[in-house]
């Protein structure tokens, strides 16, 4: 991507040789965490960007989960990001908003390295429900660095300053900038919903939201088994989604280990039965050990999709204890 630089520095030169400075966006998550391209899903977030937002979800927080919107850099020479913005629409308040890191190394030496990140509970970063933006320039205060090999440095790990020291430091006004991102998460306690990155511009130039050939709506697919209980009959929940998120059903896979034939449902919501709304119906099947023992239903990429905050259930016409089965194969978005 092409991008405004500054004239006679090495690097931006090299920058424009090789006709990018920004790239594509690469999603990134740990632990609790979650990331993953969601389209809009409310008239209200609908209102920015591309269509396609990042939805970056913090899950329960121990200090260790994140989601993260990678965005990669091209050798910007640190003094020479100036300015970044962007918006995102919360779900809930939380104690900390969506904030920037910058990724710095030593261009001639790549054991040389740091994150320098912006504090996420920083004064001017907000943290509001519903849609936040910030703008980010050199007099942002609350940042602080670690790293490798950093002597030579006059700032401390660990201790805030503003993004115009680092640019002014004796060590880090020589290195050159190969990522941003914005980090949702890495607090002590507490959970982290859904964060929606909307927009994002640096130094200008603007950030297009979508997703890359071969990347698709929601977070990583996942398989999930459950064994039927007494009393077989009488529904139990498979699937909960994260909060604000619907399950899109990729396969299913059902067996038996009982003689007495049952029809073995899978539905959405949380009916008595697969016949409560037959709207919400995924599959139904009957299996005994005589006749038929297994089932395998596949939708694929396209298979059905719950509204938001759906559970997915489960039952068997009659009560056949713990003989059977249910194998899901499904993602969220």
Not at 178 to 201: I, N, P
Request: charged content about 15%.
């Amino acid at each position: 991507m092409k991008a405004r630089y500054i004239d006679n520095t090495i690097i931006s030169k090299g920058s424009r040789e090789a006709d990018w400075l920004f790239g594509t966006p690469v999603l990134q998550w740990a632990n609790s965490g979650l990331a993953g391209w969601s389209k809009t899903n409310s008239l209200s977030q609908n209102q920015k960007g591309t269509g396609w937002t990042v939805d970056l979800y913090g899950g329960a927080q121990s200090g260790d989960d994140w989601a993260s919107c990678y965005i990669p850099v091209n050798e910007l020479p640190v003094p020479q990001f100036t300015a970044a913005q962007w918006s995102w629409y919360q779900t809930n308040a939380e104690s900390m908003g969506l904030g920037i890191v910058i990724w710095a190394h030593d261009p001639a030496d790549f054991d040389k390295r740091a994150e320098i990140t912006q504090l996420g509970g920083v004064a001017g970063l907000e943290h509001a429900s519903g849609w936040n933006a910030h703008e980010f320039d050199s007099t942002d205060a609350g940042m602080f660095f670690y790293g490798e090999n950093t002597t030579g440095t006059a700032l401390t790990a660990g201790t805030q300053y503003t993004w115009a020291q680092f640019q002014a430091d004796t060590l880090f006004k020589g290195w050159s900038i190969y990522r941003v991102s914005f980090d949702w998460g890495w607090e002590a306690s507490g959970t982290f919903e859904s964060a929606y990155l909307a927009e994002v511009k640096l130094n200008g130039f603007y950030i297009p939201f979508i997703p890359r050939p071969g990347e698709r709506a929601g977070f990583e697919t996942k398989t999930v088994y459950k064994a039927t209980a007494s009393d077989s009959s009488t529904v139990a929940t498979i699937i909960t989604p994260v909060s604000g998120h619907r399950v899109k059903i990729h396969s299913i896979f059902m067996n038996t280990a009982s003689n007495t034939a049952a029809q073995f449902e899978v539905y959405f919501d949380t009916g008595a039965n697969i016949a409560a709304d037959t709207t919400k119906a995924i599959a139904a099947c009957t299996l005994d050990t005589d006749t038929q023992a297994f089932e395998t239903v596949q939708f694929g990429e396209d298979g059905p999709i719950g509204v938001v905050d759906d559970v997915v259930s489960i039952r068997t016409s009659t009560n056949i204890t713990t003989n059977g089965n249910f194998t899901i194969v499904y993602h969220e978005e």
